[in-house]
Structure formats: C-alpha cells, structure tokens
C-alpha cells in the first residue's frame, strides 16, 4: 500500500511541477521576480480587461521591481480545478480573485494564508474595507483568508415608464407589496416581473434572501434550517409569483439570468429582481434604455409588512470578488503589497470606472454614494449579508437550486404541488445537514 | 501443439511490444489505478489538500453511492436512453446507407450532409437544441401551428425524449458510416449472381447484403451505445445543473458530485461504477467478433 502510494505521489509530482510554476524565491524586494494573478475573465469587458492587466503588472514593477502575470478562468470550475492542481503540486498562483460565495469552500482547503493582525496592517488596516464587505472574508475576524476587492451587491431594475402609467412611484419594500404591484402591472403582453427559474444560481439568493429577512439564516451552529417554516414560505411566494400569481410570463420556466433581461430590456417586465450593476451594459442598448431605474430588493419577508423580531434585512447576499494568498506562494509579502495595492484608493477607482463594480474601499466607497445613479447599488452594498460560512455551502445552494428545478414541471403546468414541494425541501434539508456533518 | 511451434512462440519478438504497453499502463493503466485509490477514501474539500493522507474508509463511498445517492436512479436512466437511442440510430443508419450507396447525382454532396450532425461539437448541437425546446421555442411553435400540445421539452417527462431525440439526432451517422462502409464491401458479382437468379430487392437484401453488414453494425450500435452512456457535454449543456431527476444521467451525477458537492471520493466510486455499465456491452461486442 505504502508502496504505491509512494509511486502515485512521485509520479503525480513531477508530472505537475513540468506543468505549471511561479518564479522567484522569497524576500520582499519584488526585483526580477514575477507574481502569478488568477482571475476570472471578464466576458463583458475582454479588451479593458487585458489593457487593466498591463497597467497593474507597469504600476507595480515601478513600486516593487517585480511583474505581475495574470491568467484568467473562465468558470467557477475552472478556477476549482486550477487550485486543485495547485495545491496538490504546491506550484500556481500566488494571488487568486475569488468569488464571495466560493469563499468558505476555499478556506475549507486550508491552501490560503490566514491574514494575523500584522498582515492586516501591510494592507493598510481592516478599517480600510467597507465592514459590511468583511462579512464573508473568513469566519470570524481571527480567521480570515479573504481581502474583499470588488462588489458587485445585487438590486432590482425596474421600468420607470410602466410604474408611472399604473401610478406607482416607487418599488415595494416587502416581498408581498412587489407582488401587488406586480399584479398591477401585468397586462396584455406586459409582465410585473421578470425571474429566472432555470438559472443555476439565482433562485437560491431568493430563498435565502427571504428566509433570512424572516429570522432563518438557513444554516446555524453546525445545524441545516431548511426545514424552517420561513424557507416553505419562500419557496411558495417564489414559485407562486408564475403558478398562482401569474405575474411571470409562463415561458420563465425555462429562462437564464441573461433572458429574463432580455424580456426586461424589450419591455415585457416592469421589474426585473436580482441583478447586478453588470446588467447595465445590456439594458443600455435594449429597448428601455434611459427608462429604467434600479431599487434594493424588498427586504420584509413574505407575509409581512414589517421586519420581525429576529430578522435581518437584508437587500443582497455578499456578492463581489476576495482576493486571497496561496499558502504555497514564495513570495508572501510581495503578495501582500499586490493586493494592498489593489485595494487602495487609486487602484479600486481605477477598476470602477474600466468595469463598473464597486469599490470595497471605504474612502472611495464614500465619495461614489453621492453618485444618485448609483445609489441602488450602494444602498444594497451597505445592506448585503453574507451566506453562511460553512465549507457545505456550495452543497448547500445546489440542494435549494435543486427544489426548484425539480419543481418546474408543476410550475409549467401552473401549480404548486404542495406535498411535492414538501418533499422536495425536507430532500434538500437531509442533503444539507449530510454536507454540515461532513465539515472538518 | 507441435514442437516447432512452440519454438516459433517463444522466439516472438514480444519486447517490441514494451514502448506501446508502457505508454498504455501510462495513460490508461495509471488514471485508473488513482481512481481506484480515491475512490477508496473520504477525499472532500476539507481533505485534498493532503489527498493522500485522506481518511482511508474502504468500500464506504460504494456503500453511499448505491445506498444513499442517486446513483442506481442514474444508471437506468442512462442505460435506458442509450438503449433507445441505439435502437432509433439503427433502422435511419443503415437506410440511408442504402439511399447513398447507389449511384446518383449528387451523391457526394449528400453524403457529406448526412454526416454533418456527428461532426458538430456536442457543445453547439446542445446549445442550438436548447434554444429550440425551450419553453415558446421554435418546437413549441411548430406543434402549435400542427394542432399539437406544446408544452416543456427540457424538464419534467418529456425531458427524456428530449435528451433520446437530439442525442438520437447527432448519433445516427456513426451507424450510416459503418453500414455505408460494409455496403462497399459488398462483391459486385453477388449482385450480378443475385440479379440472374430473379432475387427480389427483400430477398436481396436480407439474404445477401446484411450478412456483410453484421460486423460494421454491430460495431457501430456498441460504439452509440458506448457513446450516448459517457456523454456528458450533450446533457449538461441541455438541462444544467442541477439536472432535472428524468435526465439526471451518469455523467452528469458523477461531476456534479466531484465538482459541485467536492465528494471526489464519492465521485470516484461512481465513476468505477460507471466502468462497469460501459464494460457490459463491450465484452459482449469482443466475445462476439472472438477477440477475447
């Protein structure tokens, strides 16, 4: 046994070191060395993206003597396969730029480095970062791997001449007022909402969302709480809004993120929920052009009218971009003045104004609040949560995606099948714990 | 056996045989092995840092994947649809080997249409696919327009045909090649011998042409088979993940398990389970054409 395992590792080792490497050996002066950047590649802005990348690598040549190499993913697994790799051969990026929700699981590696207290200071301090922004940078403030550099909180787009010709003058606060108004607004060939069922993420930030505005933060203290009264709920006004509502256009059930703004931008929805500010580029050359607006989600859960006792309002989930150190990387401290530098003041405006996502960094984040174009997104920044901070997450948002895939024949055919649904949830539930007992 | 035999045996050049099977033990005997290996430990998120030291828990992983997953579920579904869609790919296989044998106008321009479906990229046809069953789609309004009832392609029921139709769609050219390929095997004279003695074009044909046809045939239904088991791409692109519980096939299970859930072991134990369902048909195609 010990003998093969011998030979697998050999072999599996040599095979990766030819494979991929970062040069360089230690130290903090960066001269002739190079940092190895991942990051995923923005498909709205490829071309502002390569030139951000030559500008960064310049800038920090001059500070430091040292290049900077940025490789890009395409996809989330991508990205995991590319740190499965590199962790296993310890040979790789040194900087990774990661999604807020990946987070947990990334830290569950133990492959990146914990930030100590000094850490923080090279950084230029933890008051540095919006605080909400830190929500999901580790689990708690002693543990944290991740340094936030982008946010990209999620809001809800909605056509401002439809609500104006149906009188009303601003988006609901709570789930059931969105509803209403949405009855309001449907008419021939006209929907009050645009949702994707069919996406692969969104209708968990809905579930989750409307569960934790009720008290339900889906998981707590090692426990699942999908099995919660308040996720039922979710999942019946989430549902109900196509099969009894009929405030979705019934072809919805098969609809991605990218077509419901596109039935959005052609005018066939009055609101349009859980999009980010990267949404813009689409719209500003639809149909509403110039004519839509953006509003923080409802933030009172379904049945209310007020937030509950125990209930937290919140607007987005923590969405946005970590930067975090590989654990292998030789060159730590040019690693950390990399990712100082990308979250100064300068760099962070510089990222905002070339892509259009929001800064984390406090002083900047201050002055761009006066910006009323931007007030939705800064609004919902201020008011996002973090999902739970569990390595079962990513396990966790496929159980809650998984009720409403399975949900969707009863959907099309314009119900909800309750003991279906009931089912379904308490199959997620099980799915869920198994993945909380799981962590170590 | 005679001595002289035995003599010539022995004195096979077999080591010429080594940069082959070294290369073989490499690219299939070693991935295999590691499989095999992983399969065997709790390999997660939390473990794979230090994959070799991951808690070794035997046949835990085997025992989860039939009991507690929903594997058993998945390997019907993918052995069903690529049944069915073996049997379709059969009958429109070799008939249109049989119109694109004969000699006629075109002829050349018309073979190279038929095979466009197996050349595309799985990604492209899933993708055209999808946007013509989505809800209100270009089938929707095509049975619409015929009196019939449109309704949801790519979940629910119908999800199944959906996935058997256009897997079924991309395939079929496989068997037409091989069955085109066993027509031009076909000795002219047999015709000539078969057209003197009256044969019908029935008799003809099953007495005469599909006896040279029963080896590329076969060949070309465990290939599909082989083909529509493994295929990931076609699936995934169609449905997404999560998969609805109608399609959820082996391949896509199997990664979502590894690269959604991060059960590497799990995944592993249902990727050599995998194995076997393709390892059925295969050793009966070999014990059929006496390789073995």
Known sequence: MKAIRGTIALLLGSALL?????????????????????????????????????????????????????????????ELTRIQTSVLSGQGPDVYALGTTFTPTAYATKAFVELGADDWTRLGGRDKFLPSTLGISGPDESHEVGVP??????????????LAKAGIDKPADSWDGLRDQAKKLTSAGVYGLAVAYADSFDPWKFIWAMSVQAGNPLVEGGRARLDDPTTATAYRTYLGWL??????????????????????????????????????????????????????????????????????????????????????????????????????????????????????????????????????????????????????????QLALVNVVVQSVPALSAGRIDGARLDSLVKEAQSTAQGALDKAK | MSRARRVAERQRPLWMLAPGGLLLVLVVGFPLVVAGQISLLDLDQYTFRQWLDAPFVGLDNYVEAVRDSSLPHAVWVSTTYAVVVTLITLPVGV????????????????????????????????????????????????????????????????????????QAWTAWPLLYLLALAGLQTVDP?????????????????????????????????VITFLHSVNNFTLPFVLFGVPSPRDVEVLPVLTYVESFQNFRFGLSAAMAVFSLGVVAVPLLAYLRAVRLT
């Open chain 1, 18 to 78: 030819t494979a991929c490497g970062s040069d360089g050996g230690g130290g903090t002066s960066g001269a002739g060395k190079t940092l190895d950047v991942l990051i995923g590649a923005n498909t709205i802005y490829p071309e502002q993206q390569r030139r951000w990348f030559d500008d960064v690598s310049a800038k920090f040549k001059q500070e430091t003597g040292a290049t900077v190499r940025f490789e890009t993913f395409a996809t989330p697994n991508d």
């Open chain 1, 149 to 162: 550099f982008t946010s990209r909180p999620f809001v809800m787009a909605y056509n401002k001449d439809l």
């Open chain 1, 243 to 396: 099969a009894t509502d009929e405030v979705v256009d019934p072809a919805a059930v098969g609809w991605k993120n990218a077509q419901a703004i596109a039935a959005f931008g052609a005018g066939e929805a009055a609101f349009l929920p859980m999009v980010s500010a990267t949404s813009k580029v689409t719209l500003d050359k639809s149909s509403v052009a110039g004519r839509y607006g953006y509003a923080i989600m409802p933030t009172i859960p379904p049945g209310a009218t007020a937030l509950p006792a125990g209930g937290t309002g919140a607007a987005s989930i923590l969405s946005g971009d970590n930067l975090v150190v590989a654990a292998y990387s030789k060159d730590k401290d040019l690693a950390l003045a990399l990712v100082k530098m990308l979250t100064d003041a300068d760099a962070q405006r510089a990222y905002y104004q070339t892509f259009g996502e929001l800064p984390t960094n406090t002083a900047l984040a201050k002055q761009l609040q006066a910006d009323p174009a931007l007030a939705a997104m800064v609004e919902s920044s201020s008011k996002a949560v973090g999902t739970p901070f569990t390595g079962a997450w990513s396990q966790i």
């Open chain 2, 95 to 166: 008939a249109a080997a049989l119109a694109a044998h004969d000699r006629f106008t075109g002829r050349g321009l018309v073979r190279s249409v038929l095979l466009i479906p197996y050349v595309l990229p799985a990604f492209v046809v899933g993708t055209v696919w999808r946007i013509i069953l989505q809800p209100d789609g270009v089938a929707d309004n095509a049975l619409g327009r015929a009196g019939l009832d449109a309704g949801l392609w790519l979940n629910g029921p119908r999800s199944f045909w959906a996935l058997v139709i256009v």
């Open chain 2, 189 to 221: 004279e047999v015709h000539e011998a078969a057209a003197l003695d009256g044969a019908g074009w029935w008799v003809k044909l099953r007495r005469l042409i599909f006896p040279y046809l029963r080896g590329p045939i076969a060949l070309g239904l």
